[in-house]
């Protein structure tokens, strides 16, 4: 599971042998949610209120999405073939 970033105690995660759609985890004690890279549209979990704000805040600054799209892509060619 590789850490990919931190935002104070929030991990970010992009997971390698991973499924569709191309997503990051990120993990909050013991929250966990699922967001798509593309849409920054959470899927899954949940987190609470301020993690889930600072999550999105810094998945939507310029180019973080395109670094998280290259680490998936890294971590999971058999979806990219």
């Known amino acids: 599971m590789p850490t990919v970033h931190k935002i104070g105690s929030v991990k970010i995660d992009v ?3 991973d499924h569709l759609p191309p997503h990051f985890h990120a993990l ?3 929250h966990e949610i699922l967001v798509e ?3 920054l549209e959470t899927y ?3 987190l609470p209120p301020r ?4 999550v999105i805040d810094w998945a939507s600054q310029e180019g ?3 670094k998280l799209e290259a680490m998936y892509k890294r971590f ?5 073939r």
């Open 15 to 17: 997971y390698p042998n």
């Open 28 to 30: 909050y004690q013991d």
């Open 37 to 39: 890279i593309r849409t």
């Open 44 to 46: 899954a979990g949940s």
């Open 51 to 54: 993690q889930y704000r600072e």
């Open 64 to 66: 973080i999405q395109v």
């Open 76 to 80: 999971n060619p058999r979806h990219y």
